[in-house]
């Protein structure tokens, strides 16, 4: 059974930095594309970020890009999105999932939702920023 972990959620303030953690068990962690997802209330989810399965290959959102990095640390199967300049339109509940397309640095198409379906989910970690 696959599960999906996210963590390192939080309150933060504007202009400051949180770190979310995803580990996942069930799975060859080394081998799938990994990728960051959020969704605020009532808005549709967003693809932010993916990593491909060896760390070679990164894509961001023009929302995130400058401002989001994503790792992978696949030796302890973990998953980072490091956040900085966060603003309050950041505020969203953030997925991890695993199992997606991540073949190109400049791909958009490949950061949509739907392109994940297919692979697996985490419960989310909520991240707020106040203003």
């Known amino acids: 059974q696959v599960q999906v972990v996210e963590s390192g959620g939080g309150l933060v303030q504007a202009g400051g930095s949180l770190r979310l953690s995803c580990t996942t068990s069930g799975l060859t962690f080394a081998d799938v594309n990994m990728g960051w997802f959020r969704q605020a209330p009532g808005k549709e989810r967003e693809g932010l970020s993916c990593i491909n399965w060896g760390g070679g290959i990164t894509s961001y959102a023009d929302s995130v890009k400058g401002r989001f990095t994503v790792s992978r640390d696949n030796a302890n199967n973990t998953l980072y999105l490091q956040m900085k300049s966060l603003k309050p339109e950041d505020t969203a509940m953030y997925y991890c999932?695993?199992?997606?397309?991540?073949?190109?640095?400049?791909?958009?198409?490949?950061?949509?939702?739907?392109?994940?379906?297919?692979?697996?989910w985490g419960q989310g970690t909520q991240v707020t920023v106040s203003s």
């Open positions: 999932a695993a199992g997606g397309p991540c073949y190109s640095s400049n791909y958009d198409y490949q950061l949509r939702p739907f392109r994940w379906d297919s692979g697996y």
